[in-house]
């Protein structure tokens, strides 16, 4: 009886580690035929930040990607003013430049109430008489052309706001050094310009 208690009580031991062993074992093969549970709690996080670094990246490329443009208006004060440059240089107002200034004092006007292209080249052979002269300074350029773009823009704004306009550019072309005569004769072409918009049949 002695004996096979002895017997039992070894093979009880003898057990206890093998069970231990063998249970290690399965765990093991667990993880070996399916590896992804143990890693994918680092995979989400790196996925995560990752996708947020891109995005940031993407964000600040696209945003200093942006052109930033000149606005029509901008480019047509730019226009005349190149326009006069040029007439002032050339020291007359050749009829290659009158045309071009006149193109491009047309094209300021955004919307379809424009003057008559009459009127246009009325004022353009005024206005670059004086300049061919070297009367109007490169100086009164910016202001004159300016006013030029505000007028050929100025349908439907009051008489009064017109008025202000053309007054401002008779009062340029006096401080630029322009005679009354020739500043009042370029003013009236001026004011003709603002009327023809104003009062254009717009459809």
Do not use: C
Request: no cysteine.
């Amino acid at each position: 009886m002695n004996k096979l208690w002895v017997i039992v009580m070894v093979l009880g031991l003898l057990a206890g580690p093998a069970f231990g062993q063998a249970e290690r074992s399965r765990q093991r093969a667990r993880s070996v035929s399916n590896p992804t549970n143990s890693v994918d709690g680092t995979l989400s996080s790196t996925s995560s930040t990752n996708k947020s670094t891109n995005k940031s990246t993407a964000t600040g490329t696209a945003a200093s990607a942006t052109p930033v443009t000149a606005t029509t208006q901008q480019k047509s004060a730019a226009k005349l003013k190149d326009d006069l440059t040029a007439t002032r240089a050339k020291g007359q107002a050749t009829p290659e430049l009158r045309q071009r200034f006149a193109k491009d004092l047309m094209a300021a006007a955004r919307g379809s109430a424009k003057p008559s292209a009459y009127s246009v080249d009325k004022f353009t052979e005024v206005l670059l008489t004086s300049a061919a002269n070297k009367s109007v300074s490169s100086a009164a350029d910016a202001r004159l052309v300016h006013n030029m773009v505000l007028i050929m823009n100025s349908f439907g704004i009051s008489a009064t706001r017109t008025q202000e306009i053309v007054s401002d550019l008779q009062s340029a072309l006096k401080t630029a050094g322009v005679a009354e005569d020739n500043a009042t004769a370029i003013a009236n072409e001026f004011k003709t310009l603002a009327l023809e918009v104003q009062t254009a049949d717009v459809k």
